[in-house]
Nanobody, 123 residues
């Protein structure tokens, strides 16, 4: 199982960025997909997750209202649209997959992790 994230980069405060993650999961539609992030010197933090159908989402408190997670099952891809970016959003972002619910994904260790993509927000 491979998860390939892309779309990271350098952006100014208040800007936007969209991350993508393509999965090589044979049964993509059976997995909850999500994003975690880790900033230097900090613990890994849950960002967002989306259900199998894409109808329901769940967000970490730090990003709720600014970030949007979505998926296209036909393309085996999950997205993270990040708006109103802040310096504290600077981190390596990882896409993840598991069969948990989005709420459980936020607190449990997902089985599958991508390689991470760097997001840097400059002030």
């Amino acid at each position: 199982v491979q998860l390939q994230a892309s779309g990271g980069g350098l952006v100014q405060v208040g800007g936007s960025l969209r991350l993508s993650c393509t999965a090589s999961l044979q049964t993509f539609g059976r997995y909850t997909l999500g994003w975690f992030r880790q900033a230097p010197g900090k613990e890994r933090e849950f960002v967002a997750a989306v259900t199998l159908s894409g109808a329901s989402t769940y967000y970490g408190a730090a990003v709720k209202g600014r970030f949007t997670v979505s998926r296209e099952n036909g393309k085996n891809t999950v997205y993270l649209q990040m708006n109103e970016l802040k310096p504290e959003d600077t981190a390596v972002y990882y896409c993840v997959a598991d069969t948990y619910t989005p709420q459980a994904l936020a607190v449990l260790q997902p089985s599958y992790w991508g390689q991470g993509t760097q997001v840097t927000v400059s002030s």
